[in-house]
């Protein structure tokens, strides 16, 4: 599961996903969860990730993204099962629009 943070720096986030409770993506601690929930219902890989370029601190986006997954692996994301893709790693950032214009 590969899910990107967009930005660990909240102010960023709340900046580029909004602050309108009705949209589920403008709520950082759930999206932060997003991994903690996919464990619980069984998935087997997690893949933290930032935009990056939304933040001018790259530095803390990547240690941040770093320290999430140091949580995931102290909260159970290990390798314990058969499953070829299993464990916790940061995910290469991406920094370019996922969806070139035509």
Excluded at 30 to 38: E, I, S, T
Excluded at 51 to 56: D, H, I, M, R
Excluded at 69 to 84: D, F, I, K, N, Y
Aim: glycine letters at 6%.
């Amino acid at each position: 599961m590969c899910t990107f943070q967009e930005a660990y720096s909240r102010r960023v986030y709340a900046k580029f996903m909004g602050q309108d409770a009705q949209n589920p993506r403008s709520d950082y601690e759930r999206r932060l969860a997003n991994f903690d929930r996919a464990r619980r219902a069984g998935v087997h890989a997690a893949n933290p990730g930032v935009l990056v370029g939304l933040s001018a601190d790259v530095a803390f986006e990547m240690m941040a993204a770093i320290l999430h997954v140091r949580h995931l692996l102290a909260t159970g994301w290990r390798c314990t099962s058969r499953h070829r893709a299993c464990g916790a790693s940061p995910a290469a950032p991406r920094t370019s629009p996922a969806v070139r214009p035509a």
